[in-house]
C-alpha cells in the first residue's frame, strides 16, 4: 500500500494470499498469438469512478458502487479452457487501455478493440462523461481481461457468462499483426489510437 505521510491515520490492513496452481492451463505473453480473441469479465469504471465520486465531493446524484470482487470463480473457468487460454490479466490501475498496451509491448503484436463492444454501466459512462475522463483508463478491482484462441471465443464468453460476475462479459477486441505494436479502438466514427495513460485520474489508491 502507498500512502502519503499523514493519510493514513495510523490505521493499516495487510493481507497474504496462499495457493495452488492450477495446472491446466499456461498462460504467458510468448503464447499469444495473432488472431487470437480479447476477452473481458464485465463493465469497466465502476471502482475507479466510485472511489472519485467518494473523494471528490462532487455535486453528482450517482450512488457508485466499487466492482471489487474475487476473480477465483472466473479465472477457474477459463483454465478449464487448457492450451486455448493464452494469458489473463486484472485490468487495475490505467484500466483496460493500459492493460491492452501493455500486452501488445509484451507480445510484439497490435490490439484491434471494438470500443462499442465494451461494457460500460449507463452511470458509470454519464460519471465519465460529466468529469471528461475516458472510462477505458479507470481502474478496476473485479473485472478480468483474457486472451484466448479464436475457436475457443464464443466457449470462454460461455464460461464468465455462467457465473454471476461475469454475467456482463464481452468479446471486445482481437489480437493482430502490427509492428508498432498499438492499441486502436474501432468506434462510430472511424478509428483512434489508444495510447499508454500519462499520468492518472486518480490519486494512487493501491
Known amino acids: ?24 492451463a499456461v498462460l504467458g505473453l510468448d503464447r499469444v498469438r495473432p488472431g487470437d480473441r480479447v476477452l473481458l469479465s464485465g463493465g469497466i469504471a465502476e471502482h475507479g469512478m466510485a472511489v472519485m465520486l467518494a473523494r471528490g465531493n462532487l ?33 487495475t490501475r490505467g484500466g483496460l487501455a493500459t492493460t491492452l498496451n501493455e500486452l501488445a509491448a509484451g507480445t510484439g503484436l497490435g490490439v484491434v478493440l471494438d470500443e ?6 449507463d452511470d458509470v459512462r454519464a460519471a465519465c462523461e460529466l468529469l ?10 473485479g473485472k478480468l481481461v483474457a486472451v484466448v484462441a479464436p475457436g475457443a471465443a464464443d466457449e470462454a464468453l460461455a464460461l464468465l457468462r455462467d457465473h454471476a460476475l461475469g454475467a456482463a462479459a464481452a468479446i471486445v477486441g482481437e489480437v493482430r499483426e502490427d509492428e508498432e505494436r498499438l492499441v486502436v479502438a474501432r468506434t462510430p466514427f472511424g478509428t483512434r489510437i489508444v495510447d499508454m495513460l500519462v499520468g492518472d485520474p486518480l490519486p494512487r489508491i493501491c
Request: include cysteine; glycine fraction near 8%; hydrophobic fraction near 45%.
Open 1 to 24: 500500500m502507498v500512502v502519503e505521510r499523514g493519510a493514513a491515520d495510523g490505521f493499516f490492513v495487510t493481507t497474504t494470499g496462499i495457493g495452488l496452481l492450477d495446472l491446466r
Open 132 to 141: 471528461g475522463i475516458d472510462p477505458l483508463y479507470v481502474a478496476n478491482e
Open 59 to 91: 455535486a453528482l446524484e450517482v450512488d457508485l458502487e466499487s466492482d471489487t470482487a474475487p476473480l477465483t470463480p472466473l479465472t477457474a473457468a477459463l483454465c478449464s479452457l487448457g492450451d486455448e487460454l493464452r494469458w489473463m490479466r486484472d485490468p
Open 116 to 121: 462499442s463492444a465494451v461494457p460500460v454501466r
